[in-house]
């Protein structure tokens, strides 16, 4: 039987080494916790058999087999987002996938990327499915290296497949009855689920784009033609105007997570407050996931990700929504298969 989903702490439980601030503190791992699990030293929350650590990223396995974390495996984004929208795939395709890859609703899995986006999106996904204990690594392979930690080169790249001996196979159980997986659909929601939510009462579609993409001075995507915002939407922030891999509302320079305090008070001069009902959107569900997961690990309730975002709402003329700036048309470019070559998606 699946465990039962890791309970909220009492904040003057939090060990040292953990964030005191996040209900969630276990679920946000730092580069020395990680590195003493590594070197088989006894850490506080240790995770429990089976677990995995993964590297994240959209067409990223060259880099992953230049250099990457010691023990880590890789997954790619593509295999869970599908055209046209880079929507996540339906429940009954993503488990035969996590299971092929050894990922269990009982698994542990810590995720770090190069750029934190991607291990947000597949943090999300895992959590969405049933997955009980998912932890983001603070500050991504950034933050590894920046406290001078060797980063392993591998020969023949570790997929997350079935697993082979370079891999944390000791750690994994023996083969039995797969155990279920207890999902949580309430966290991805759809462009129907989205229009509804506009109308419900302490409820909220936030926006997480940049003050460009949210006054319409830009779509923020070459693939996406509207440029707007979905009417009714609360902005939540993200980054930098221009760079959608840009959340640095929410993080600071180093890449790791600002005090939750600064992020609570972000979003409540927005009108976004811990007990509404929200869910968070961007252009296609990167950006998004990392606010849910932010927010999640503080505790807040009732959160979800709208999946099909920006591109997907404003691709039906049907859908409220605003246009706050008048410009010359944008030209957008085809859509490609590939989304690494369009610096996408977010």
């Excluded at 995720?111 to 690594?137: C, E, W």
């Excluded at 070459?222 to 609360?234: N, S, T």
């Excluded at 305090?261 to 296609?284: K, V």
Aim: contains cysteine.
């Amino acid at each position: 039987m699946p465990h039962s989903p890791l309970p909220l702490h009492p904040l003057d439980s939090v060990p040292p080494g953990f964030r005191a601030d996040l209900l969630r503190w276990r679920q946000l791992v730092t580069v020395d916790w990680l590195a003493a699990l590594l070197a088989g030293q006894t850490v506080e929350a240790a995770p429990g058999p089976p677990w995995q650590l993964v590297e994240v990223a959209c067409d990223g396995l060259d880099a992953y087999g230049v250099g990457h974390i010691p023990g880590a495996r890789y997954l790619d984004t593509r295999q869970f987002e599908r055209l046209p929208f880079w929507n996540v795939l339906p429940l009954a395709e993503l488990l035969p996938l996590l299971r092929q890859a050894g990922i269990g609703p009982d698994s542990s899995v810590i995720l770090y990327a190069r750029n934190m986006l991607a291990a947000a999106r597949v943090a999300h996904i895992l959590l969405t499915v049933g997955v009980q204990d998912v932890r983001l690594l603070d500050g991504g392979l950034a933050a590894w290296c920046d406290a001078g930690h060797a980063l392993c080169r591998a020969s023949e790249p570790d997929r997350v497949a079935p697993v082979d001996a370079t891999t944390h196979v000791e750690m994994l159980a023996p083969a039995q009855p797969p155990a279920r997986f207890a999902a949580r659909p309430d966290y991805l929601i759809g462009t129907a689920q989205a229009r509804a939510l506009l109308q419900g009462p302490a409820a909220a579609l936030v926006s997480i784009r940049s003050r460009a993409e949210f006054m319409g001075e830009t779509s923020g995507y070459r693939y996406i033609a509207a440029r707007g915002e979905i009417a009714g939407a609360l902005w939540g922030h993200a980054g930098a105007d221009g760079d959608v891999n840009s959340m640095c509302n929410f993080q600071e320079d180093d890449g790791r997570m600002k005090p939750a305090a600064e992020i609570a008070s972000l979003w409540a001069g927005a009108g976004i407050q811990p007990q509404m009902q929200i869910a968070f959107y961007c252009g296609t569900g990167w950006r998004a996931s990392l606010a849910f997961f932010y927010a999640w690990l503080m505790g807040w309730p009732r959160i979800s990700v709208y999946d099909g975002g920006w591109f997907e709402w404003s691709s039906d003329a049907a859908n409220p929504a605003i246009c706050r700036t008048v410009l010359l048309p944008e030209k957008p470019s085809p859509l490609q298969s590939d989304p690494a070559k369009q610096s996408l998606p977010t």
